[in-house]
């Protein structure tokens, strides 16, 4: 009997085909570019992340700056006269005993002077005296300090003069905080015909110039005092703030020696604020 036989029984076993692996090098390529990819990708994000914080701060401090300004406008704008003779209707001085230096960048050989200073002014409203003041509050004498405000009242009857003793004695405690890190508080004030007031010492206006040596020499006025009738037809005030990462490390800084030394180079962490107010109430008499 004749038997049937696969045709496929007695041919070799084809061999199993098996996949080519990496080689060491080809592995070693992959992982460096995979983490030059990751690198750039945390190089990013950081640089994201450190443009938003930027801008947060940018906008944090703009917003504050702005806030007082505009405050500073609106108060000063209502500035009255007395009309008593020993009535104190505006005062500002320098009270930095040294000014702050700063070099600018991209200009080694050029500084920028900051200085901290204290105003106070006089209001009226209906039978009601306000006096108004603010000072930068610089305990450490290291060129910054806090932005506060000083508020009082009194009745329309009573000596107004009596107002600017108790800003001159208030202290910190009981004044309200504006802001922190300023490096600058600076008053200007100027006549009706928009001339910078200095120089002078009348009855009822007092412009001096420096009177301590070495306190300003930068031609800044260190003392404005306004009596009676008088007061400023306008005035100009100009605030410095640092940003808020720049105040964190000054702060950490033991002395006030190293301190001041680290703001001197902080220019460019500095935003300028500047307003100019006319006042309504001027009396054009104060002026001969």
Same mark, same amino acid.
């Given at each position: 009997?004749?038997?049937?036989?696969?045709?496929? %029984?007695?041919?070799?076993?084809?061999?199993?085909?098996?996949?080519?692996?990496?080689?060491?090098?080809?592995?070693?390529?992959?992982?460096?570019? &995979?983490?030059?990819?990751?690198?750039?990708?945390?190089?990013?994000?950081?640089?994201?992340?450190?443009? /938003? #914080? &930027?801008?947060?701060? !940018?906008?944090?401090?703009?917003?504050?700056?702005?806030? %007082?300004?505009?405050?500073?406008?609106?108060?000063?704008?209502?500035? $009255?006269?007395?009309?008593? $003779?020993?009535? =104190?209707?505006?005062?500002?001085?320098?009270?930095?005993?040294? *000014?702050?230096? !700063? +070099?600018?960048?991209?200009?080694?050989?050029?500084?920028? +002077?900051?200085?901290?200073?204290?105003?106070?002014?006089?209001?009226?409203?209906?039978?009601?005296?306000?006096?108004?003041?603010?000072?930068?509050?610089?305990?450490?004498?290291?060129?910054?300090?806090?932005?506060?405000? /000083?508020?009082?009242?009194?009745?329309?009857?009573?000596? *107004?003069?009596?107002?600017?003793?108790?800003?001159?004695?208030?202290?910190?405690? !009981?004044?309200? #905080?504006?802001?922190?890190?300023?490096?600058?508080? #600076?008053?200007?004030?100027?006549?009706?015909?928009?001339?910078?007031?200095?120089?002078?010492?009348?009855?009822?206006?007092?412009?001096?110039?420096? =009177?301590? *040596?070495?306190?300003?020499?930068?031609?800044?006025?260190?003392?404005?005092?306004?009596?009676?009738?008088?007061?400023?037809? $306008?005035?100009?005030?100009?605030?410095?703030?640092?940003?808020?990462?720049? %105040?964190?490390?000054?702060?950490?800084?033991?002395?006030? %020696?190293? @301190?001041? #030394?680290?703001?001197?180079? !902080?220019?460019? $962490?500095?935003?300028?604020? @500047?307003?100019?107010?006319?006042?309504?109430?001027?009396?054009?008499?104060? /002026? *001969?």
């Amino acid at each position: 009997m004749r038997t049937f036989t696969p045709h496929w %029984i007695g041919l070799r076993t084809p061999p199993s085909r098996t996949g080519r692996a990496f080689s060491l090098l080809e592995v070693l390529v992959v992982v460096a570019l &995979l983490s030059f990819i990751i690198l750039g990708l945390m190089m990013m994000f950081g640089q994201v992340q450190r443009a /938003y #914080k &930027l801008g947060t701060t !940018q906008v944090d401090i703009l917003e504050s700056g702005r806030m %007082i300004a505009d405050q500073l406008n609106r108060e000063l704008a209502q500035a $009255s006269p007395s009309h008593r $003779s020993n009535g =104190v209707n505006f005062y500002a001085r320098i009270t930095s005993a040294q *000014p702050l230096l !700063q +070099t600018l960048p991209g200009a080694p050989s050029t500084e920028r +002077t900051n200085l901290l200073g204290a105003l106070f002014f006089l209001t009226r409203e209906n039978q009601r005296w306000t006096g108004i003041g603010y000072l930068v509050a610089d305990t450490n004498q290291a060129g910054m300090g806090a932005l506060y405000r /000083y508020e009082t009242n009194a009745p329309f009857a009573s000596d *107004p003069a009596l107002l600017f003793d108790e800003f001159t004695r208030a202290g910190l405690p !009981q004044m309200s #905080k504006m802001v922190d890190g300023v490096v600058e508080f #600076k008053v200007r004030a100027f006549d009706p015909n928009g001339v910078w007031l200095t120089g002078l010492n009348r009855t009822n206006i007092i412009a001096e110039w420096p =009177v301590t *040596p070495g306190l300003l020499g930068v031609g800044e006025m260190e003392y404005y005092l306004f009596r009676s009738n008088a007061i400023p037809a $306008s005035v100009e005030v100009e605030l410095g703030v640092l940003e808020d990462a720049a %105040i964190a490390r000054a702060r950490a800084f033991p002395t006030a %020696i190293a @301190r001041r #030394k680290f703001l001197q180079d !902080q220019a460019a $962490s500095v935003h300028v604020f @500047r307003t100019r107010t006319s006042l309504r109430n001027v009396d054009p008499v104060a /002026y *001969p």
